[in-house]
């Protein structure tokens, strides 16, 4: 199927560990990006890239670190966790607008990886 | 700054009523705006956006730029509408940035 993977899906961890998330996408997108849903269930965004160049980075912990290898793959690397990083993160992908389009291109979101820091 | 207010945490009708969940905005330029919804145990996806002005699943929503709202309507929900509905703002900074609101869980009883 194509879609926006993520793996794991659920992550049960110590404060203080490092963890990694993975997000996959197989739709051919250009641009790649990384959600946080806290508690209240308020999305916002972490960071984006587009052909494996950093477009946008929100203001988060530099304890987090995003790395993409390819345009197909944009991962998260959570350093020193903390109770406060337990949330749902969310991968997302989209093309490119086109040079002069009228409107954004859809943000096709993955399944999402829930984190739990105890 | 840019901003996206959802007043309603959770709306609750029943079937065969009108709905409306609120989104208004803050924002200087012309926004680009949507509405992204998540069924229970499905991802987030697109239901409209303000430009293709089309009716999606008997929804609509229209831009009102001089009440900087963009509030989502059906004139009957169906028990399959129970979801949470987000409203999205994308600006002129052509990055993609989506700026999401609280978003509102609809709940439609039987």
């Known amino acids: 199927d194509t879609a926006v993977s993520q793996t794991p899906k659920y992550l049960v961890t110590q404060m203080g560990n490092d963890k990694s998330i993975k997000c996959e996408q197989n739709?051919?997108?250009?641009?790649m990006y990384w959600y946080k849903q806290d508690s209240k269930k308020f999305l916002k965004i972490m960071f984006s890239y587009n052909n494996k160049e950093l477009i946008i980075n929100e203001t988060v912990p530099n304890r987090f670190s995003p790395k993409s290898p390819d345009k197909a793959h944009l991962n998260l690397h959570i350093n020193s966790l903390e109770l406060g990083d337990s949330a749902v993160y969310f991968c997302?992908?989209?093309?490119?607008?086109?040079?002069?389009?009228?409107?954004?291109?859809?943000?096709?979101f993955g399944p999402g990886t829930r984190l739990t820091v105890l | 700054a840019q901003r996206v207010t959802q007043p309603e945490k959770l709306l609750s009708v029943f079937k065969g009523a009108p709905v409306e969940l609120k989104c208004n905005y803050s924002y200087s330029g012309s926004p680009e705006l949507f509405w992204y919804v998540q069924y229970s145990r499905q991802r987030l996806q697109l239901l409209l956006r303000?430009?293709s002005r089309e009716s999606i699943k008997g929804f609509t929503a229209d831009l009102n730029k001089g009440e900087t709202s963009f509030h989502l309507k059906k004139p009957f929900a169906q028990e399959e509408d129970s979801a949470m509905y987000y409203c999205a703002l994308h600006g002129s900074s052509n990055t993609g940035k989506l700026i999401f609101g609280q978003g509102t869980t609809l709940q439609v009883k039987p």
């Open positions: 997302a992908s989209s093309q490119d607008r086109l040079a002069g389009g009228p409107f954004l291109n859809e943000q096709f």
């Open positions: 303000h430009i």
């Open positions: 739709l051919g997108h250009d641009t």
